[in-house]
């Protein structure tokens, strides 16, 4: 093995992730991958990868070392990040030497951080992705000690950044009909836009319960709905009535009642809204969700342009330089 | 029901699901199957998946490359081209043999689930293993198949509480439905037997899924010597199952 990071400390929520496993759904397999999709495509695009490269996931930092020189990038729920008791940057790349340690803490704000290396990390995949579904018995279980295989980086520039808005408060989300949306009553939907969702205690990789002041939300004939086709984003009432917003590791199938579902490109709000983070709900048409929709590939595209360098002083030249090969644009606005 | 009779019904931006029948029916399920399939088959520029639960069919595609109106009249034209209720089973399927532990402590629910049912013990396991059942469709957990349907005596309802966990392997009725569990879980349903049915391997390089949608199973009752027998010696790895092609 050429190189590798190794895991010094593994706290609990530490994982491998890319885009997971599309393509399995007939046979049960959920999608899994990333929690937040975003953040996978924010460390894409600071190292000049692909967005399916796999990255680490961390829900309470971790511990590293690496075993040659690497470039890596620190995206989502922002955290103190350290190299040998220097602080990096958050939303930023860098280039972590030989033998050198670096520490990242839980989040400050948000749930879920991200670790991405030049090169991506190169466990075996298994039906066809790296990303851990760790109860399906699926990825690999990191305990520390464990040395985690890259892949090769042909290079690139580091020390650059993004300027990413934030979204791991909560905060608005856009919902569309799903499946069961019209076995809800127009005044339990419209109640249901209208209340102030808090994000509760409970949550994984599964999904996130929230919490809210009021009635449930029932719908009709809810306890004889048969099975049908769950996807992540679904707000689902379970057998107590409280809701939860389904988030990748989410099952295939199922036959709680879903009042709609959340759009794509605003689940990476829920997933890093933080225990009592308001979130709200409003149901948006086709036209205006579509008008706003972004595939993670779009998103990569998007913030490759928006990359520059974590410094402007003469001797960051040479990064610029680089940047704009890799790019094939120049650097966007000026840092603020 | 008509051959163009289906419930078209969104699911989120990029999804659509083509409902057959709002619960549970053979020919819904069968629809369901082959619907799929023709799906896959098309080929659509921007269909992305496509999935079957129990009596629907799923389609996850790219919005901007086909739009909602575009597949809706799509699915709804194909809908409406033959009756789906009435088509065969996917090609290839394959029908499996399960040796299966009934009763005692491989299912020791057997009795509580035959009576439910109005059948004694031996009654009861002879309708499980009289005819083979078909995997309706697979979730839950990857490869776990959701068995149909049984005889109507079998509409039991699930129990109220929850069964803290039954392994990996389990046999459970309820619904007119029987599922081997892929993995050790909770579940409300009644736990009759025990298989070594091994549903999921993630390593495999042709067939990580033992069992497919539209596949039959047929359970063979053994007593637990010849099960754990059947399953070391199975040079298949999947717990004693064999498999036999259909026409």
């Known amino acids: ?94 280039l972590l030497h030989r033998d050198a340690q670096l520490a990242v803490s839980a989040p400050a704000r948000g749930v879920w951080s991200y670790l991405h290396l030049g090169g991506g990390i190169a466990t075996p995949p298994q039906l066809g992705s790296r990303a ?127 009042i709609g579902t959340v759009a794509p490109v605003d689940l990476p709000r829920v997933a890093q809204a933080p225990p009592g983070a308001p979130l709200r709900f409003d149901f948006v048409t086709l036209e205006a969700a579509l008008a706003d929709h972004a595939t993670p590939d779009d998103w990569v595209r998007r913030l490759a342009r928006a990359v520059q360098p974590l410094r402007r002083d003469p001797a960051d030249i040479p990064d610029l330089l680089s940047y704009t090969l890799v790019s094939g644009v120049t650097a966007g606005d000026p840092p603020p | 029901m008509i051959a163009s009779s289906v419930d078209i019904v969104p699911v989120g931006l990029d999804g659509l699901a083509v409902r057959f029948a709002d619960r549970l029916t053979d020919p819904a399920n069968r629809a369901a199957v082959a619907f799929r399939g023709a799906v896959a088959a098309a080929g659509w520029d921007g269909v992305r998946e496509v999935s079957s639960a129990l009596c629907s069919t ?84 990857p490869g776990q198949a959701y068995l149909g349907t049984l005889p109507k005596a079998w509409a039991i309802p699930r129990q109220t509480g929850l069964t803290p966990t039954v392994p990996a392997g389990a046999l459970v009725v309820a619904v007119r439905q029987a599922i081997v569990f892929a993995a050790a879980a909770p579940t409300g349903w009644r736990h009759v037997g025990q298989t070594r049915l091994v549903c999921f391997r993630p390593d495999h390089p042709d067939r990580p899924i033992t069992l497919a949608p539209g596949d039959a199973v047929r359970f063979d009752p053994v007593d637990a010597e010849t099960l754990e027998r059947r399953a070391e010696d199975d040079p298949e790895g999947l717990g004693g199952a064999t498999w036999t092609p259909t026409e």
């Open chain 1, 132 to 258: 851990a579904h760790l109860s399906l018995g699926l990825g690999l279980r990191i305990e520390a000690g464990a040395a985690l295989p890259l892949g090769d980086d042909p290079g690139g520039p580091t020390e650059m950044r993004l300027e990413i808005a934030d979204r791991c408060g909560g905060g608005p989300v856009r919902i569309l009909p799903g499946v069961h949306t019209a076995l809800f009553s127009e005044d339990d939907r419209a109640r249901f836009a209208a209340t102030g969702f808090r994000r509760g205690a409970r949550g994984n990789r599964q999904g996130i319960a929230l919490d809210h002041d009021g009635a449930l939300f029932a719908a009709q004939g809810q306890l004889d709905l048969v099975s049908e086709v769950v996807v992540p984003g679904d707000v689902q009432m379970t057998g107590s009535g409280q809701p939860y917003v389904l988030l990748p590791e989410c099952q295939t199938i199922g036959g709680y009642p879903r």
């Open chain 1, 1 to 94: 093995m050429s190189r590798s990071l190794t895991v010094v400390t593994a706290p609990p929520g530490l994982t491998v992730q890319d885009l997971g496993r599309p393509g399995w759904l007939a046979q049960g397999v959920p999608q899994g991958g990333a929690a937040d999709r975003l953040a996978l495509a924010e460390g894409a695009a600071l190292l000049g990868q692909e967005v399916g490269t796999a990255a680490l996931e961390m829900a309470a930092g971790g511990v590293f070392r690496a075993s040659a020189d690497m470039r890596i990038a620190l995206t989502g729920a922002p955290a103190r990040a350290e190299v040998d008791g220097r602080r990096l940057a958050w939303n930023a790349s860098h």
């Open chain 2, 58 to 141: 799923y389609v996850s595609f790219d919005p901007r490359v086909l739009d909602h109106a575009a597949l809706t009249a799509r699915l709804t034209d194909l809908a409406a081209s033959r009756d789906w209720r009435a088509a065969a089973w996917p090609e290839g399927r394959r029908v499996w043999r399960v040796p299966a532990v009934f009763g005692g402590g491989s299912g020791p629910q057997l009795a509580e689930a035959a009576a439910a049912a109005g059948r004694t013990p031996e009654e009861a396991v002879a309708d499980l293993t009289a005819a083979p059942l078909r995997a309706l469709t697979l979730g839950f957990a």
